[in-house]
């Protein structure tokens, strides 16, 4: 009995520090990108604006804008699916993102107009959607 509960006791802080530690990188990794790389030029009609991480939700959140061509309300309504299913396919062959995969993490993609600032796009992929 005192084995068990010495062993679940050693399992519970070492899975608690490794979740601490994860959460760590995860806002260190986020606020890193956003401070080297952030605004990117637009390429292809979009830029990376921002990466964020929630602590709470365990969510890394991509902000970007949409430009030209593509920066058009009814287009983005009419291709959704496609667009949706390309980031999710993103997303399943990032392999720099494993870890957080791996434990759960969400990811949240969010996609403004440049010309109105408004919402075209927003979604978020939770583990059962990667």
Do not use: W
């Amino acid at each position: 009995m005192k084995k068990t509960l010495i062993l679940a006791l050693a399992t519970l802080a070492l899975t608690s520090c490794h979740r601490t530690n994860l959460e760590d990188l995860a806002a260190k990794t986020a606020e890193e990108y956003t401070e080297r790389y952030c605004p990117t030029p637009f390429e292809d009609n979009q830029r990376t604006d921002s990466v964020g991480f929630d602590r709470a939700t365990h969510t890394f959140s991509y902000y970007y804008t949409l430009s030209g061509k593509i920066d058009n309300p009814e287009f983005l309504a009419k291709n959704r699916k496609q667009i949706v299913a390309s980031i999710r396919g993103s997303l399943k062959d990032n392999t720099s993102m494993k870890e957080y995969k791996q434990a759960g993490y969400n990811f949240r993609y969010v996609f403004r107009s440049q010309k109105s600032g408004s919402v075209l796009i927003e979604k978020t992929f939770t583990k059962k959607e990667y």
